[in-house]
């Protein structure tokens, strides 16, 4: 499942634990809100024992009525890890609300075209990741495009990206329809697509709630970080939004600055970083890459400290989002 999508990948691989249709127990329906599959996650888990193997679902398609129909990755042959983005984390980081802050007030006098969500918007993303327990067989190596309309319709081209080298720290195939096997496009009828909140407000407080719905502070100290890259990943941010987002993001207290550097695709950013778990059940660093016009560039996952069982060293790039484009066609 792309991290964009309705569900995130800490959520899907607990859904997948709770149900699993090859082996004949229900698959959760992908059209519910990540708090119904929340909650309908952990009651089958107070029931039923953990799978012994994890599957990453990265893809669901609505069809008649409740029912859907989910598409999932097999054994790609881009198992080698890439490599970490040039970033010296040797050095203590800074902590990140006074850069923030001072980067949302630069930007007020930027002019700000309202975004009422009232048109169609065009995302262009890739996707990579790997499981820390299986890496060789669980991996997803995605180039994503979706269309996704005011009524929640829309269609969503996913692509299986060939092997890239191992350690490479640019992408190598960044273009639209970039060579690969092209799935068939999953398709959303309306009300059916999940853009996962609403237009993102302008209003800090308020764009917290709705952050917050996605991705519940119950979460972890990560949880925030990892609903502002899967939002601005689908959403044609415009620049009062962008500010609002830096502010929501300068309020979380454990942030850290860790200075600038060259994204995936090549762009110059600044990178936020934040930790969670522990060495006893793994511990790993969530990265954000925030351009100096305030847009969210993508997000990286390290597993500084593999969780038990896993054949990965440490410090291995366990995932990555780069978000490539997003914009509302004429």
Known sequence: MTRHSHIDDDLLRRALEAGD????????????????MRSEVDRKAAVAPRMNRRRVIVGAAATMGAAAAAYVVWPSAAIAAPGRLDIDFTKPGKPAADWLTSLADALKSEPSIANLGNTTTYAH???????????????????????????????????????QPSGQRIAQYLEPSPPGKQMDPIRYGPGQYSSLIDVPSTNPDRLKSQLDTHEPPANGPKATLRAIADVAAIHDLNMAQRRAFLIVLAGIPSLLWRGITKDRAGRTCNVLSIDSGDTSQGLRRDLLLVSIAGEIYGHE????????????SNDTVIEYTLHLETRQPA
Do not use: N, Y
Not at 22 to 32: A, I, M
Not at 301 to 312: E, F, H, N, Q, V
């Open 125 to 163: 993303l890739q996707r990579w990741v790997m499981d820390t327990i299986d890496p060789a067989s669980q991996l997803i190596a995605q180039d994503i495009q979706i269309w996704w309309h005011p009524d929640r319709s829309g269609r969503e081209l996913l692509t299986t990206l060939p092997a």
């Open 21 to 36: 249709p090859l082996r004949g127990k229900e698959l959760l329906p992908f059209t519910l809100t990540p708090a119904e």
């Open 301 to 312: 996952a390290i597993a500084l400290t593999p969780p038990p069982r896993s054949p990965i």
